[in-house]
T-cell receptor, first 113, second 115 residues
């Protein structure tokens, strides 16, 4: 069985500050890990994903995440927040690249000027 | 890029009626589509996996007779909420797996309000 835990349902940062959204997973098989962003009243947009290979994954809009097996973590970071980054972020785990996704509860990111 | 379209985006229906939500892959073929439900301020929960030409696979706790899924073509899957009740009010979102590619695309979602 697989599960995802996102610590912090709300994160607030100032514009230009570091963004860190935490995600820990549980999986009995090598995990495929994803970060999605959801803007208000919209669907999901893939930010980045880890399948195999390099553990530091770079995504769109300046986001990146690092797969740490020893810590069972896949935290999402961005060096400098923009106002446009305000949204809901979901971490997800899967057993493959195209299988069903198990989502975390989401983290709402607020960016203050 | 690939686009998955859902229709309608918003729907209000009376309690006891049925409502159909469509999920279309606009520029690719999808043998598999997934249906998720998201209650307000909660995460997305997988309801069922829809396979073209065969019966859908439902997750535990999801009533297959209430949430009818049909995947009659490689570009269309439909979710019908039968005898809808206010507790079925939710955000329903689909995703589609592109044939021959290791990619899944999400639709924009459909808001259902049952009054």
């Amino acid at each position: 069985a697989q599960s995802v835990t996102q610590l912090g349902s709300h994160v607030s940062v100032s514009e230009g500050a570091l963004v860190l959204l935490r995600c820990n997973y549980s999986s009995s098989v090598p995990p495929y890990l994803f970060w999605y962003v959801q803007y208000p009243n919209q669907g999901l947009q893939l930010l980045l994903k880890y399948t195999t290979g390099a553990t530091l994954v770079k995504g769109i809009n300046g986001f990146e995440a690092e797969f740490k097996k020893s810590e069972t973590s896949f935290h999402l970071t961005k060096p400098s927040a923009h106002m446009s980054d305000a949204a809901e972020y979901f971490c997800a785990v899967s057993e493959s690249n195209t299988d069903k996704l198990i989502f975390g509860t989401g983290t709402r990111l607020q960016v203050f000027p | 890029g690939a686009v998955v379209s859902q229709h309608p985006s918003w729907v209000i229906c009376k309690s006891g009626t049925s409502v159909k939500i469509e999920c279309r892959s606009l520029d690719f073929q999808a043998t598999t589509m997934f249906w998720y439900r998201q209650f307000p301020k909660q995460s997305l929960m997988l309801m069922a996996t829809s396979n073209e030409g065969s019966k859908a696979t439902y997750e535990q706790g999801v009533e297959k007779d209430k949430f009818l899924i049909n995947h009659a073509s490689l570009t269309l899957s439909t979710l019908t909420v039968t005898s809808a009740h206010p507790e079925d009010s939710s955000f329903y979102i689909c995703s589609a797996r592109e044939v021959g590619r290791n990619t899944i695309y999400f639709g924009e979602g459909s808001w259902l309000t049952v009054v």
